[in-house]
């Protein structure tokens, strides 16, 4: 896999056809079948066959709006530069984040801005599976093996925000970390998942009342912030020392502060916060969700409840 992404950036970058030639025979090589069960992104048409009133809610998001206009900026040419690209949109790097690649025969093809796949993992090796009729707890454990992150799986859901949000996406370096900030990319402090998922993205046409995009009760909302705060902890841990960047660094110290305090409030009532703050791993993340799956939290942290969101 690492092999064919390296391969998908050269071959965007169009270095010379010659070395391109002897990556493509050392890939058939080396072992092609394995290197393609990979899962792969289907694009937003795909789901769309089957979830219009979703998809139509991302076309007005700006992950879908973006994808028109964000290359075009001075300063998203300033920051290409910066780590020595030419355009947006043939920088790997760039587009792991901001577009949706689709394969296409043995290429890929950028066709949208973050979408779908984004949140929900890449579909080819779970998209026949996750619809089946089945009870809904066994697709869960099988679409998942197979890269699917369902809405129900709240602490995965927020952690993948993350990885583009708190910019800790694993091909991001130290020095390309700072050679974009340095170039003015945007570094946000204040990524919270509530806020940040119930305004223009939100899509919650849940059965029985399929036609409607419902909003969050209170409780639902209180769960998900607890969680989008440990997912922040958890992240922001793992990132903070990933750079020396000062910027960088201050963002991800500013996110551990806030998520340790929120959760120290819950703490009396939720050991597994307790457990979170004491070691900040994925586990103990989504042990969290779990005991709180039941709970009703609003009254302790209402009133951290963003009042707009985006
Ligand atoms: C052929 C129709 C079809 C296509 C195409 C399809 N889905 Fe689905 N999807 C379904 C059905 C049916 C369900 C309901 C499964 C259930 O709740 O048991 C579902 C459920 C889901 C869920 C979980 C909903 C929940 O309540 O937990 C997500 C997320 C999802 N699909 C995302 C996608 C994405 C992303 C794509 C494109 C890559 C996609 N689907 C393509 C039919 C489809
Ligand atoms: C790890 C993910 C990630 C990578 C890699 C990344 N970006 Fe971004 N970029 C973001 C996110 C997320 C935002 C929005 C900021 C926010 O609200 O969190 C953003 C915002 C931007 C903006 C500002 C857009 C606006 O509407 O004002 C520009 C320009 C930009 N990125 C350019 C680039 C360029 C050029 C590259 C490649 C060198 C790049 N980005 C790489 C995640 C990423
Ligand atoms: C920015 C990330 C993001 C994008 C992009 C996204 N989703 Fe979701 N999706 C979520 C989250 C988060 C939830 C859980 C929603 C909640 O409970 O508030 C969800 C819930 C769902 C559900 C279950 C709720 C329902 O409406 O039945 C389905 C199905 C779904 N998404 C499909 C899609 C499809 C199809 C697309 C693309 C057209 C898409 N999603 C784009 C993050 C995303
Ligand atoms: C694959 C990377 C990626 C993932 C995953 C992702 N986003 Fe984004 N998101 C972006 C980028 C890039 C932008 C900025 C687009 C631009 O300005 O051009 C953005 C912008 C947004 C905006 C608009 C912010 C504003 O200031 O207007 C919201 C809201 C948002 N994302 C919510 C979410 C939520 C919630 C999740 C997880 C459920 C999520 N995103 C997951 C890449 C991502």
Request: with cysteine.
């Amino acid at each position: 896999m690492y092999l064919l992404k390296r391969f998908e950036v050269i071959a965007r970058q169009r270095l010379p056809i010659l070395f391109i030639g002897v990556l493509a025979g050392f890939l058939l090589f080396v072992n092609s079948a394995e290197s393609y069960a990979e899962p792969f992104k289907l694009g937003p048409k795909k789901c769309q066959e089957c979830h219009k009133a979703e998809a139509k809610v991302w076309s007005g998001t700006k992950h879908a709006k973006s994808f028109k206009k964000v290359h075009k900026s001075k300063k998203a040419k300033k920051i290409v530069k910066a780590v020595g690209g030419k355009s947006m949109k043939r920088t790997a790097l760039c587009a792991s984040c901001h577009y949706t690649s689709v394969k296409k025969g043995k290429k890929f093809k950028l066709v949208a801005g973050p979408s779908c796949e984004s949140c929900h993992g890449a579909a080819s090796e779970w998209i026949s599976i996750h619809n089946k009729k089945a009870p809904k707890a066994e697709k869960i454990v099988a679409a998942s093996a197979k890269g699917m992150i369902w809405p129900s799986q709240l602490f995965d859901v927020a952690a993948n925000c993350n990885s583009c949000h708190g910019l800790t996406k694993e091909n991001l370096t130290g020095d390309n970390i700072k050679a974009m900030l340095d170039a003015g990319h945007p570094m946000n402090a204040d990524f919270e998942l509530v806020k940040y998922s119930q305004g223009s993205v939100r899509h919650r046409f849940y059965p029985p009342k399929v036609t409607e995009n419902q909003a969050m009760t209170p409780a639902e909302m209180a769960r998900m912030f607890v969680v989008g705060q440990a997912a922040n902890l958890v992240s922001a841990s793992a990132a903070v020392s990933k750079s020396s960047h000062a910027g960088y660094k201050a963002a991800q110290q500013k996110k551990i502060a806030a998520a340790t305090k929120l959760l120290k409030s819950v703490a009396g009532q939720v050991s597994a916060a307790e457990k979170v703050i004491a070691s900040p791993t994925p586990d103990n993340g989504r042990a969290l969700a779990a005991a709180i799956a039941d709970k009703d939290l609003s009254g302790v942290v209402g009133g951290n409840l963003p009042k707009k969101f985006k």
